[in-house]
């Protein structure tokens, strides 16, 4: 049964869960970044995946014999490439910053995300007329998203700390592996739209059908783990950093990486069930809610901790415009139905 104002606004608290996910790596102390992505990456998208998904989709493992391999190993292919995006978002995020690498990364996956499950979803290949306006709704929620990424440059040239940064020569390389990350992140959708067959097999075996998409996570995440798990195992032995977590508080700094692990689950649940009550179309519709939202939520964040301090009026009103745009083509998606 389909909920489409109900869908859109659970895709709204997912994303602002999900643009929330990063800001306690700013109160981390003294540990590097592979010390701190290791054990948020391992609650976040190996640990919490499989315990959501045995707490909530009975006879879990079953489900997957329920339905053909290929199905579930183009899943898991899907979900194994997304998980170079994370590390790329990682990285990026140690070169650029954290507000930068997030507004690039998530405003590049926006329309993407959004069109490619089309090609997997047969109702939307009927009617041209429905493409066409979720084309048109699209394009309007990038220009959301640009006025967004327009006021954070002007906001860069503002700054005198961040212009001086931007003439590091590793910031470039930088910028580019945030766009790198931005095009393989939309495979974290196309995982959902293509494991629709899983999800339906955990309904027919008593899953609830809020819970379903769960099942489809469990195996995608997981795998997509793995390349954050080896790159940081990796860093943490060629930097000599594996001692850095006896030091420097290691259980405020381990619980501030759990709940990062925590509120990331927590999107990922809560956007997968949001997709499914927006109906057929809920991975084509939700996803540019959910990346705009957490634009939105990375913007408050970057506000909250003082990055737009200095920022002036410009940058500001740029922003509240870029806002303004994005929740128009929210509402506009929640029609959709």
Sequence with gaps: ??????????????GILGGTVLAPMKYVRGWKWENLWLVYSACAYLIFPWLVGFLTVPHLLSVYG??????VLT????GLAWGFAVVLYGVGADIVGLSLTSGIILGSSVALGSLLPLTFLPRARESAASVAAIVAVNVLMLAGVALCAWSGHVREKAQAADA?????PRFRMGILICFAAGLLATLFNIALAYGAPIAREAVRTGADPFHASNAVWSLAVSLGS??????TTHKLR???TWPKYGEFSPARNGVLCVLMGVMWISSTVLYGSAAGMLGPLG???GWPIYMSSMILANNFWGWATGEWKRAGTRAITLMAAGIAVQIAAMVLFGRMQ
């Design 1 to 14: 049964m389909t909920a489409p104002f109900g869908g859109v606004a659970l895709v709204l608290v997912a």
């Design 66 to 71: 329920g339905v053909d391999a290929r199905t």
């Design 75 to 78: 899943t898991g292919a899907f």
């Design 164 to 168: 001086a940064r931007r003439r590091d």
């Design 226 to 231: 793995l390349p954050s798990l080896f790159y």
């Design 238 to 240: 060629r930097n000599r």
């Design 283 to 285: 991975t084509v519709i």
